[in-house]
């Protein structure tokens, strides 16, 4: 890849118009997949490289490389980029049976029952853990992969990091419509569940590309 220069910021960007014009930061969720990378191309013409900044949750099963991909285009870009692995310990609740996982050891809870009681079963640190954790395979109502592995790494990122994301970040969201029905009523912006009420904004600025315009929003940068 060559390094090329930014586009300039654009005044008014369009259908994002809504999109807060000052937050305090700018989080890309980076997967190193063409959508995530079109999201971050477009964070940064609109909100320029000074507020702008990548996260990435490492997932074990994904493709090989792709912590080095999502290196070489932050360092291309000049964007910086941190990561997060999900490690979860497995309990099984000797109060009701129930399996559940948590971050923690010793405070670690029943969700089902809110017992203490428990027995350890392991670590889980990716997707096949997870199944051996369950016992089973996953459905299409279980995504481990998401929920526990990104979306939970992120907010547990986001939380250690509170003062340097601010009062007003802004999270980047590379989701399409088009990729699947779970997806197909996503709104462009919402605020994050699970974290404090009205902290960090929800964007997904590629919500309505098609495939080849992702491709070719990185084809503009050279990559």
């Known amino acids: 890849m060559t390094k090329l220069e930014l586009p300039p910021l654009f005044d008014e960007p369009g259908h994002l118009a809504e999109v807060p014009s000052e937050p305090t930061r700018v989080v890309v969720s980076l997967s190193g997949g063409k959508d995530s990378v079109a999201s971050l191309l477009l964070a940064l013409e609109i909100f320029g490289p000074e507020l702008v900044v990548a996260h990435h949750q490492v997932v074990l099963e994904d493709f090989?490389?792709?912590?080095?991909?999502?290196?070489s285009v932050c360092h291309f870009l000049g964007v910086p980029l941190s990561f997060s692995q999900g490690v979860y310990n497995s309990f099984l609740c000797l109060a009701c049976g129930h399996k559940h996982l948590s971050i923690f050891f010793e405070e670690a809870y029943c969700h089902k029952c809110g017992s203490h009681?428990?027995?350890?079963?392991g670590v889980v640190r990716g997707i096949h853990d997870y199944i051996r954790h369950r016992g089973k395979w996953m459905g299409g109502t279980v995504?481990?992969?998401?929920?526990?592995?990104?979306i939970e790494m992120w907010n547990t990122w986001a939380r250690q990091n509170e003062e340097f994301l601010g009062p007003r970040p802004l999270l980047a969201l590379g989701e399409r419509h088009l990729v699947s029905k779970n997806r197909r009523d996503l709104p462009e912006l919402r605020y994050r569940?699970?974290?404090?009420?009205?902290?960090?904004?929800?964007?997904?600025?590629?919500l309505h590309y098609r495939r080849i315009d992702a491709f070719r929003k990185l084809r503009e940068y050279g990559i």
Do not use: A, I, S
């Open 143 to 150: 995504r481990p992969c998401t929920k526990n592995f990104k």
């Open 117 to 121: 009681d428990k027995q350890f079963l």
């Open 64 to 71: 090989v490389g792709t912590v080095e991909y999502c290196q």
């Open 193 to 206: 569940d699970d974290l404090r009420r009205g902290w960090v904004l929800e964007w997904r600025p590629v």
